[in-house]
């Protein structure tokens, strides 16, 4: 599967590759992370969260780890396919209802 | 189905001219927010409410203005004061007590250009 070790805004893999993103975050308070996927032309969408009492939350073909000691967060995405070509955000927050602050984002692009 | 409802979709604004987005949820969520997000760029916070009557400034707010007389609504006005307004703009909604999950829902998005 394509990794990146540091964050990088873009990402190409082939269809059935594992893919995983990465993303630094900015507050060590921060105690909810979670994971967008935006389309072209369209809203974020909610992919899965996790809260920093957890390491690893799997969802469906997804898993989030979270390493809180050098605050780094990924996303693992199980045989990518075209459909998941999207920019991927990660984004943290400290208190409900406060704004979340997001990461730059990574261009996940996938070939047939 | 309960949502996040952003409207227009595109919209076009002349020089000198104020335009208003709008931004209705039927979520019951309390706080609600705007975000502005340029090409290939990550997402800016211009204004958020957690109340209804109450506001607070993000990271870029100059140029913009916003009000929440009601729960569900939170229309965001774009001054003429904004000197580059042309951007894809976002609104967002989440539950802010006692949630298990406290993520935004986002609408679908309004693309202003400065024509």
Redesign the interface.
């Known amino acids: 599967g394509e990794s990146v070790g540091l964050h990088l805004?873009t990402l190409s893999v082939q269809e059935g590759d594992n893919s995983i993103i990465n993303c630094a975050y900015s507050n060590s308070a921060s105690d909810?992370f979670?994971w967008?996927k935006q389309e072209s032309?369209?809203?974020?969408?909610?992919i899965i969260?996790i809260r920093s009492n957890m390491d690893k939350r799997q969802g469906q073909r997804v898993t989030v780890l979270l390493n809180k000691t050098v605050k780094h967060l990924s996303l693992q995405i199980a045989a990518t396919q075209p459909g998941d070509s999207a920019v991927y955000?990660c984004?943290e927050?400290f208190q409900?209802?406060?704004?979340?602050i997001?990461?730059?984002?990574t261009t996940l692009s996938v070939s047939s | 189905d309960g949502g996040i409802t952003q409207s227009p979709k595109y919209l076009f604004r002349k020089e000198g001219q104020n335009v208003t987005l709008s931004c209705e949820q039927n979520l019951n969520h309390d706080a609600m927010y705007w975000y502005r997000q340029d090409p290939g760029q990550g997402l800016r916070l211009i204004y958020y409410s957690q109340i209804v009557n109450d506001f607070q400034k993000g990271d870029i707010a100059e140029g913009y203005s916003v009000s929440r007389e009601k729960k569900e609504s939170f229309p965001l006005t774009v001054t003429s004061a904004q000197k580059n307004p042309t951007a894809f703009y976002l609104c967002a909604s989440s539950t802010r007590q006692g949630a298990v999950s406290y993520g935004y829902t986002f609408g679908s998005g309004t693309r202003l250009t400065v024509v």
């Open positions: 805004p909810y979670i967008y032309g369209k809203g974020p969408q909610f969260d955000f984004a927050s409900a209802g406060t704004a979340l997001f990461g730059k984002g």
